[in-house]
């Protein structure tokens, strides 16, 4: 069964800084899809960037991008240039191929400090 | 106006009550789902439907029931609320013409069972 994990239930970093959100996960499947949402205190969840396991180029969206390595199985998220806003928490989610289902990891909580 | 609805979007019950939480969506999708959030355990799936009359068990449906009544609408059941059934609740949609099936959340409903 897939899973997958956050390490880092909270991290902290300084306003205009990066910051790397780590994220592991696990499957037999060969090509899948992989998200990072976002959620502020307003608890809306918002897309903030997918990937796709059949290619090699990393997705990049404005200061968000991400860091696939297929073969470690490990789907991190940089943030740079960290602004207040940023603040929130943080889930990487698996995409099951057949039925669409989203798995979760536990999420991680962003600090920004100004 | 917001795609993805969910109402109510807070309630408490007391335990032994039947609850109905509904969502309804303009997106257009074929697919919802019923998520809980629970603290330290990210989201998890509890029912999902791929249209009308295709709806299937997620990782956690015991104690809950769902309606598809439109395409547009999926309400999620406690027919007896228990106390740990206090959490957040999301509903989702996405489209399987979609190939990412990127799914988009309603802002969901903090439900509290005391």
């Known amino acids: 069964a897939q899973t997958v994990t956050q390490s880092q239930p909270e991290m902290s970093v300084q306003e205009a800084e990066t910051v790397t959100l780590s994220c592991t996960y696990d499957t037999s499947e060969s090509d899948y899809y992989l998200f990072w949402y976002k959620q502020p205190p307003s608890r809306q969840m918002i897309l903030v960037i997918r990937q796709e396991a059949y290619k090699q180029q990393n997705a990049t969206e404005n200061r968000f991008s991400v860091n696939f390595q297929k073969a470690a199985k490990s789907f991190s998220l940089k943030i740079s240039d960290s602004q207040l806003g940023d603040a929130a928490m943080y889930f990487c989610a698996y995409r099951l191929t057949l039925t669409g289902k989203l798995i979760f990891g536990q999420g991680t909580t962003l600090q920004v400090k100004p | 106006d917001a795609d993805v609805t969910q109402t109510p979007r807070n309630r408490i019950t007391k335990t032994g009550k039947r609850i109905m939480l509904e969502c309804s969506q303009t997106?257009?999708?074929?697919?919802m789902y019923w998520y809980r959030q629970d603290p330290g355990l990210g989201l998890r799936l509890i029912y999902y439907?791929?249209?009308?009359?295709?709806?299937n068990k997620g990782e956690i449906s015991d104690g809950y029931s769902v309606s598809r009544q439109a395409q547009a609408k999926f309400s999620l059941s406690l027919e007896s609320a228990i106390p740990n059934q206090t959490a957040l609740y999301f509903c989702a949609t996405s489209d399987s013409r979609q190939l990412s099936y990127e799914q988009y959340f309603g802002p969901g409903t903090r439900l509290t069972v005391t």
């Open positions: 439907s791929f249209d009308v009359k295709d709806i």
């Open positions: 997106k257009g999708h074929d697919r």
